[in-house]
């Protein structure tokens, strides 16, 4: 089949067997890839409401047809489970390499379920499968994982997919790490692997994949790049200097940017605060070189080395806008070494930069307003931008070296259960901390947090990325007319997720050329129709997977602090409140499904299409 | 009347510099952009304003916001994200 390997890979930890099954061309067509071919797939192979980390829960790490192939920016893969922090659908990405060295390997995804006896890696070496111990790494951080690993197959180039510490103590924060610094950070991913005492997956191969029109590809990527010479030339320029990290100053002055664990405004940071954590500023000190991933012209990454100061690094990636933020305007902090001093921590130990600086910044809020002593705090002085607290309350998490540091590894909502107190600083999505996108400013992003089947994340579909928060607020604070926007925006962006491309595509490829890539790679000739169905059918596959769960509407929770109840009293969201609802009953209304469960009616699926087993669930047809 | 400008999306406003410039009364948010284009003797391309979001006094704004004396602006990138 042209644009797949045509493999699947289940692996039993329990009894450490393997099974080949084919990827068939329904499969494929239907659910292209990713998150929603996960969904599928374990939407079958997981009996309903198994707990997380239980031995029946399925782990799956999962391709793009885009990966590997040639299509620019198509280079990221995803790991889905049921999350064990929402309770629900999970998925996360990352970029690199590793993606498109999976599919070389000779699969589009690999499964896993069972629990190993003792610690183990997965070594696919051109398709053949071998069970490798890994005791000896069990323990040790994500780089120094790596580099025995490496050292063991006497390869510097195999793709290493893995987990540091944060997994093995199945922190709810713990990510799966690649290339040393990218992360499917997300939802509790490295603790479903830890769960099955699963260290790595790693994989080798040169197996090629066969496309249907190689020429077209090539024609299409041409187009590519003169776009982004064209009308996008100066975004592109943008981050291909800077990375995500370039927008951090104007995240932080117009009201984007979380500040004060999202209780603050821009009053709250000096000029200069907001200025050096920008990568413009901090590459002038610390660059060392560029990182791209697989087939990007953009190259949005770089190197940094940290020379002087208390916390010196050899090797590591720029902080993300997302890392900076957390670990920055969250927190008051405007110290760049320690910013990327936990950075660092984050990528070693295998934690989401997005959680811990959100579970750092509940911490302080929670310190500096008297609920918890400094007895409590295992004698860390955490105030609002102290850079040193800030440091030694991440060691303590990542090291698990103090009551509150091991309490706090459990991330905001395990940690407020366990003191029973702070319930009133959780700023979360159905239970998983907000990303640096404040909903506030970019309305559309509340109902994206809230009510995507994957929740709490900004790279899933929605207003907020289309619209960017920028428009006049009798615009965007109007919350009428949004549903046929808001379903395009996750059409999109449910095709960019599972084909395997980045999410800078939005501005990096022109606009209906992803579908044209899909054609080109298979043999399935969507036509414009088949693409709207197809992004239907994608979301549609997610959200079936939480219904199955028995979650309803009603079930999928934000906080209210996030959304202006009650407003902010100062700063660029002064007095603003979103009417979520008002956007959640917009978007359900366009799709035509009901308003008070969620529940996509049998005419919808039946014109989707390709969810007959929906059907049968929710109807008995 | 005076207001204090800082171009944070250095990238877009080609050697505009940050600083104090003066406007009569009633100017608006994209009069203070034109008197810096004036005053650091740039001309921005045409249209460029849809690339910039802009906050005055701590608060959004639009080009056709006018801008009181004393005023501190920042013009942004319109495009955030990552």
Redesign the interface.
């Known amino acids: 089949m042209n644009g797949y390997t045509g493999k699947l890979l289940f692996v039993n930890l329990t009894d450490k067997t393997c099974e080949v099954r084919e990827l068939t061309e329904d499969l494929a067509k239907n659910f292209v890839g990713g998150p929603s071919l996960g969904a599928r797939i374990l939407y079958d192979e997981m009996p309903p409401n198994t707990d997380a980390l239980a031995p029946e829960s399925l782990l799956g790490i999962i391709s793009g047809p885009t990966n590997g192939t040639g299509p620019l920016m198509g280079g990221r893969y995803t790991v889905v489970s049921k999350s064990p922090v929402t309770g629900g659908w999970n998925d996360a990405n990352s970029g690199g390499n590793f993606g498109p060295i999976l599919r070389k390997s000779g699969y589009d995804a690999v499964f896993f379920k069972g629990v190993s006896e003792t610690p183990v890696y997965l070594f696919i070496d051109n398709g053949e499968v071998s069970f490798r111990d890994a005791s000896h790494l069990w323990g040790k951080t994500t780089i120094e994982t790596e580099i025995a690993i490496r050292a063991e197959l006497d390869d510097p180039k195999v793709g290493i997919a893995l987990i540091g510490p944060a997994g093995e103590r199945l922190s709810n924060m713990a990510a799966i790490m690649n290339d040393t610094h990218r992360a499917a950070g997300r939802g509790g991913t490295g603790a479903v692997m830890g769960s099955k005492r699963l260290k790595a997956l790693v994989c080798r191969g040169d197996i090629k994949i066969e496309v249907r029109d190689k020429a077209e590809i090539v024609a299409l990527n041409k187009e590519t790049v003169e776009w982004e010479k064209g009308p996008v030339a100066?975004?592109v320029?943008?981050?291909s200097?800077w990375?995500?990290?370039?927008?951090y100053?104007?995240?932080t002055?117009?009201?984007?940017a979380g500040i004060k664990n999202w209780g603050g405004?821009?009053?709250d940071l000096t000029?200069e605060q907001k200025e050096i954590l920008t990568s413009a500023s901090m590459d002038k000190m610390y660059r060392k070189k560029k990182f791209a991933c697989n087939a990007c012209p953009v190259g949005?990454g770089a190197i940094y080395e940290i020379k002087d100061g208390p916390w010196k690094l050899e090797e590591t990636g720029r902080p993300?806008?997302?890392t900076s933020s957390n670990f920055g305007s969250m927190l008051l902090n405007g110290d760049p070494q320690s910013v990327n001093y936990c950075n660092f921590l984050c990528n070693e130990y295998g934690y989401d930069v997005i959680s811990f600086g959100s579970t750092l910044a509940w911490a302080m809020e929670c310190y500096n307003t008297g609920l918890f002593t400094l007895e409590e705090m295992g004698g860390i002085d955490l105030k609002w931008g102290d850079r040193d607290a800030i440091v030694a309350m991440s060691e303590a998490i990542c090291r698990a070296s103090t009551e509150m540091g091991r309490v706090l590894g459990g991330a905001t909502v395990a940690a407020a259960r366990h003191y029973n107190r702070g319930f009133e600083f959780l700023v979360n999505a159905s239970g998983i901390e907000i990303p640096q996108?404040d909903a506030r400013r970019a309305p559309g992003l509340a109902r994206t947090y809230q009510y995507d089947p994957t929740p709490g994340r900004?790279v899933k579909g929605g207003l907020g990325?289309t619209d960017?928060?920028?428009e006049?607020?009798e615009q965007k604070y109007s919350f009428k007319d949004t549903g046929r926007r808001d379903l395009d925006a996750v059409i999109d962006l449910e095709i960019t997720n599972c084909a395997g491309f980045c999410q800078l595509s939005d501005?990096g490829l022109p606009p209906g050329i992803k579908l044209r890539f899909l054609n080109a790679l298979t043999d399935f000739n969507y036509s414009e129709e088949d693409g709207v169905n197809l992004g239907l059918r994608l979301f549609t596959m997610r959200h079936a997977f939480n219904l199955r769960e028995g979650m309803r509407r009603g079930d999928f929770k934000i906080s209210d602090r996030i959304v202006g109840k009650p407003p902010l009293k100062?700063?660029?969201l002064?007095n603003i409140t979103i009417d979520n609802e008002q956007l959640a009953d917009n978007f359900y209304t366009e799709l035509g499904w009901d308003l008070e469960t969620a529940l996509p009616p049998k005419e919808f699926l039946e014109k989707v299409g390709g969810l007959d087993f929906v059907l049968r669930d929710l109807y008995g047809a | 009347m005076k207001v204090w400008v800082k171009f944070v999306c250095k990238d877009l406003t080609g050697g505009l510099a940050n600083g104090e410039y003066s406007v009569p009364d009633g100017a608006t948010v994209l009069d203070v952009i034109r008197a810096a284009e004036k005053s650091c003797g740039v001309t921005l391309p045409p249209d460029r304003d849809k690339a910039f979001q802009y906050i005055l006094n701590d608060k959004a704004a639009q080009g056709y916001t006018p801008v009181p004396d004393g005023a501190k602006l920042y013009v942004l990138h319109a495009r955030l994200g990552g």
């Open positions: 100066e975004v320029k943008i981050f200097a990375g995500t990290g370039s927008l100053e104007d995240s002055i117009s009201g984007d405004s821009a009053k000029d949005c993300e806008y997302e996108h900004h990325f960017h928060g920028a006049p607020p501005f100062e700063g660029p002064e």
